[in-house]
């Protein structure tokens, strides 16, 4: 039971999450990015609207996960976000 129980709390505690915020976090980037992408499909029909939304999207969606990450490491990441090798208990 114990590994059905860490498969779902072992990356969310990994980044200073529980499940439900990780799967929160998780939801809003990925709702951002279908949006954004919704963005590029019109923009490569009518390439005068959306001229940067797509790229100004993942950008900012890079700089709040990286700044996630120095905020909250705790587990397996350093402060960059950079994982950290456990070794074995």
Same mark, same amino acid.
């Given at each position: 039971?114990?590994? #059905?129980?860490? *498969?779902?709390?072992? @990356?969310?505690?990994?980044?200073?999450? =529980?499940?439900?915020? @990780? /799967?929160?976090? *998780?939801?809003?980037?990925?709702?951002? /990015? !279908?949006?954004?992408?919704?963005?590029?499909? #019109?923009? %490569?029909? #009518?390439?005068?609207?959306?001229?940067?939304?797509?790229?100004?999207? !993942? =950008?900012? #969606? @890079?700089?709040? /996960?990286?700044? @996630?990450?120095?905020?909250?490491?705790? %587990?397996?990441?350093? *402060?960059? %976000?950079? /994982?950290?090798?456990?070794?074995?208990?």
């Amino acid at each position: 039971m114990r590994k #059905l129980s860490a *498969a779902f709390t072992d @990356h969310p505690a990994s980044v200073g999450e =529980s499940y439900g915020q @990780h /799967m929160g976090v *998780a939801f809003s980037f990925g709702g951002r /990015m !279908i949006l954004a992408g919704f963005a590029c499909l #019109l923009h %490569g029909l #009518l390439p005068f609207l959306f001229v940067k939304t797509g790229s100004g999207v !993942i =950008s900012r #969606l @890079h700089d709040e /996960m990286v700044s @996630h990450r120095r905020r909250g490491a705790v %587990g397996g990441r350093a *402060a960059g %976000g950079a /994982m950290v090798e456990r070794q074995p208990t």
